[in-house]
């Protein structure tokens, strides 16, 4: 079992050197500790905290108000994650964002819809949440003397809904998405955002990867010189018949001098070089997060190209998700997941009686390369 220490999470503490205010001053003042092992403390590096200033930071936590004597030590230590379903259970709040596209000129709430497969997505996810991928109820036997092991569960879950872009005026679309993202980024306390869809359906998808890989959102890349230059280690063409927001990881070609035939995913691999992770009659889709332990912050997107690739991802969740654990980067406090899911499209012709069921099918998952992200993360 793994322990993350909630310093900056009781603080309200942000990494954002532009929202600090003089945290750590003030830290230093009260309890006479070293700045570095305040800095330290904050980002959940230290190996090991002394008690005497453990007992400095729970006099500081008293005085200014953030907990009561009651509570501490224990706010401040919370318990890790060890599998997929854990990882996002193991929040106090979860906020699960879906984009809304609207089906007359007016936009009304009678006029507006959220599509099928990403509703059938966010069912397995609450599915799995609260049942930890079917393996909660192993958990409450697993105690001694028959007693049970806790098993964790949101507090609070919250559904949020963006405008799809595409569907009302541009400006509108990167409004709403703004207010929602910077409120989840402005809120204290263990939480959790859940973005259904990829930047086609759902913005703050933009707005999560800029703020991952320090790239400003809703400006192309497509023009960059060489692909190396990309801020993001992946990248979603666009299929001519989708909407085309302006984004910094997803277009129509990988750079000025590198073209992107096919719609889909591609990625960046070890070597620097790009792959395409579709193929012949296949589908993609995409699971990405990235945990703040010492914040206790998740930011998490599921997204398949298609409709039926997104019904997919919703299934493979449920039958296969202990397989986007572990992380594929850890550094610092923070630990990164990245897949691509590939799957074989169907030889028979959809049909209208498809969109009430579930589809099935095998799939690949794959991890995405660790270096390639470790090379992004370290320009910001």
């Not at 703050?204 to 809703?218: A, M, Y």
Request: aromatic share 8%; proline share 6%; net charge negative.
């Amino acid at each position: 079992m793994r322990y993350a220490f909630r310093l900056a999470e009781l603080l309200g503490h942000t990494p954002d050197r532009r929202k600090r205010p003089g945290t750590i001053k003030s830290i230093v003042e009260h309890t006479g500790l070293d700045r570095h092992q305040v800095a330290s403390l904050l980002k959940n590096e230290a190996k090991y905290i002394p008690l005497d200033a453990l007992s400095r930071l729970c006099d500081y936590l008293i005085d200014q108000g953030h907990a009561t004597a009651d509570q501490l030590p224990g706010a401040l230590f919370a318990v890790n994650p060890e599998n997929f379903w854990e990882l996002i259970a193991r929040r106090k709040e979860i906020e699960i964002i879906v984009g809304v596209r609207a089906t007359d000129a007016n936009a009304t709430p009678e006029g507006a819809s959220v599509v099928a497969s990403d509703s059938v997505l966010v069912g397995e996810v609450l599915s799995g949440v609260s049942t930890l991928g079917g393996v909660a109820k192993h958990k409450e036997q697993d105690g001694d003397e028959g007693t049970g092991r806790e098993v964790p569960m949101p507090d609070r879950f919250q559904q949020t809904l963006v405008w799809s872009p595409g569907q009302v005026d541009p400006a509108d679309v990167r409004e709403r998405a703004d207010e929602v993202f910077d409120g989840f980024v402005d809120a204290t306390g263990d939480r959790g955002m859940i973005c259904i869809g990829s930047i086609k359906s759902n913005p703050v998808v933009e707005l999560l990867f800029s703020d991952v890989f320090g790239c400003t959102p809703f400006v192309t890349e497509d023009d960059v010189d060489d692909v190396s230059a990309r801020s993001c280690p992946f990248f979603l063409r666009y299929r001519d018949s989708d909407p085309k927001p302006d984004s910094a990881s997803a277009g129509t070609r990988l750079s000025k001098n590198e073209d992107a035939p096919e719609p889909g995913f591609y990625y960046e691999k070890d070597d620097g070089t790009w792959e395409f992770a579709g193929g012949t009659n296949k589908d993609t889709a995409m699971v990405f997060y990235i945990y703040r332990e010492a914040l206790g912050r998740l930011d998490m997107v599921l997204s398949g190209f298609s409709g039926r690739a997104t019904r997919l991802l919703a299934r493979t969740l449920a039958i296969r998700g202990e397989e986007f654990w572990p992380p594929v980067y850890e550094k610092g406090g923070d630990i990164i997941g990245a897949y691509l899911v590939t799957y074989e499209q169907p030889e028979d012709e959809q049909t209208r009686d498809d969109a009430l069921f579930n589809p099935s099918g095998p799939a690949e998952i794959m991890p995405l390369p660790t270096k390639a992200i470790s090379r992004r993360l370290a320009r910001r």
